[in-house]
């Protein structure tokens, strides 16, 4: 990729971090429904409620299912924190 078209995610829960990666696209279950972030997404503090959280990163595409949280979300950077997250096959 040239010019930058992704973002840093973290995923934390209270035993640290679990996913750290460039992604391209974060899609989450929030409270008031299905969001998606971008690069250059407004900042939002958003609520999250159990569910499946989609990434597509860099090295490919990673589902996980979350148990609520809050999704910290900038122009370049996502940090989702959770109390435990479960990759799906």
Do not use: C, W
Request: no cysteine.
């Amino acid at each position: 990729m040239s010019k930058q078209e992704y973002f840093k995610l973290d995923i934390l829960t209270p035993q640290g971090v679990v996913y750290s990666e460039n992604v391209i696209q974060v899609k989450a279950p929030g409270r008031n429904g299905r969001f998606g972030v971008l690069l250059h997404h407004i900042h939002a503090l958003v609520l999250l409620k159990d569910g499946l959280l989609e990434v597509q990163a860099i090295g490919g595409n990673k589902r996980f299912t979350i148990a609520g949280g809050v999704a910290d979300v900038s122009d370049h950077y996502v940090e989702i924190i959770t109390d435990s997250v479960e990759p799906v096959a």
